[in-house]
């Protein structure tokens, strides 16, 4: 198998185990939307990510630039309200951090920054606005510092990343709604858990989940085939996938 | 001519702010963009079509409510062929001025945007 195959299979992995995840959370996102949104989350969230998964599959094509932006495309028109243009809108954007050299360590971590400036400057949050910026920030920040001064391995990092969008999702309960449908209840929006923070950690942890996966495939694969192991990388790296 | 577009998260608000804001707008194509698929909502796709039906190719002004109307038009003007701006104004307000502005024979997308977003100062007693 190709490196690109290798890479649209991570991708076509990566997407499946979100859409499951997000069907099982379904009825527990729409609940958390319905204290203080639209309670249509769940639902929105599982017919976009539905159709993307059926879009990729029909795809003739293994960039991954290319897989993961029509995974965006299809988020922007299949989910709609504001996740569409949040995370389908800013995957597309980030997926051209993809273009040049497929899914590697470094690319994973521009991604994982070009699609954080893109939701903070489309939706206007910042931390402490109750909204998935809440969960994503300390997230992006966390792999790219564990990667780049901590020097960890990118699946360590991305471990440790998730932790940190747990914190984050955390945080969103006690505080007031700045942003978005639930700052329109003001006081009324405290004590409840953020939609939008929570999906976008069921998301990151099917990526780590996804990520251990293929890595731990590739180790056996790299073990058989003695190749170098500084392919290994780019393989995790496919976890900040979306 | 500028064309118009009023974006809402009920069709029938789009739909209604339209049939206001058309009969100040003369020739002007006034188009209306609201809800979604399964009802209140915005929907990129339909914004990006109905700034498709509103260009004659002089471009065209949109009008939003709330939220995700804003995000998602943002989205459909980047994905968009014409030249289309948002104006920063209450929706049916400023869809009537920029209605009125749209038959000046000198109206240009500037214009329209300005006079659109002049209803931002409006009062409604004394």
């Known amino acids: 198998m190709s490196e690109t195959e290798q890479q649209r299979e991570a991708v076509e992995q990566a997407l499946e185990n979100v859409t499951a995840r997000l069907d099982e959370e379904k009825t527990h996102l729409t609940d958390l939307d319905s204290a203080i949104g639209d309670a249509d989350h769940g639902a929105n969230m599982t017919r976009g990510f539905r159709k ?4 990729v599959q029909a795809m003739d094509e293994d960039d991954p630039a290319e897989l993961v932006k029509t995974i965006g495309v299809t988020l922007v028109s299949e989910v709609g309200g504001a996740s569409g243009p949040l995370y389908g809108g800013s995957i597309m954007s980030a997926s051209q951090e993809f273009a040049d050299d497929g899914i590697t360590a470094e690319t994973s971590i521009a991604f994982a920054e070009a699609y954080l400036d ?7 949050a910042e931390v402490g606005s109750k909204t998935m910026v809440d969960a994503l920030t300390p997230a992006v920040h966390t792999y790219k510092k564990s990667i780049e001064t901590d020097d960890l391995e990118p699946l360590e990092a991305l471990a440790k990343a998730v932790d940190a969008a747990e914190r984050g999702v955390e945080f969103t309960t006690p505080i007031r709604a700045k942003k978005g449908r639930a700052s329109y209840l003001g006081w ?6 953020d939609p939008g923070a929570t999906s976008t950690l069921y998301i990151m942890e099917e990526l780590l989940a996804t990520a251990q996966e293929v890595l731990n495939g590739e180790v056996e694969a790299t073990a058989e085939a003695e190749e170098a192991p500084e392919e290994m990388p780019d393989e995790v790296a496919e976890g900040e996938e979306e | 001519m500028i064309g118009l577009v009023v974006v809402s998260h009920s069709a029938r608000a789009a ?7 058309g009969e100040m707008a003369g020739d002007a194509r006034v188009e209306p963009a609201g809800g979604e698929e399964d009802g209140l909502g915005t929907d990129a796709g339909r914004i990006q079509d109905a700034i498709a039906t509103a260009d004659d190719g002089d471009g065209v ?9 804003v995000m998602n038009t943002e989205l459909a003007i980047e994905m968009a062929d014409a ?3 948002i104006a920063d104004a209450p929706v049916l307000e400023g869809a009537v001025n920029a209605g009125v502005e749209t038959t000046n024979e000198k109206a240009t997308l500037d214009s329209v945007v300005e006079r659109a977003e002049e209803a931002r100062e409006y009062r409604k007693l004394d």
């Open chain 1, 188 to 193: 009324r929006s405290v004590g409840h858990q």
């Open chain 1, 118 to 124: 893109k939701v903070q400057d489309r939706g206007g």
């Open chain 2, 83 to 85: 030249d289309a701006r």
């Open chain 2, 61 to 69: 002004v949109v009008l939003v409510d709330l939220g995700s109307a």
């Open chain 2, 15 to 21: 739909e209604g702010i339209c049939e206001v804001a």
């Open chain 1, 52 to 55: 993307a998964n059926e879009k």
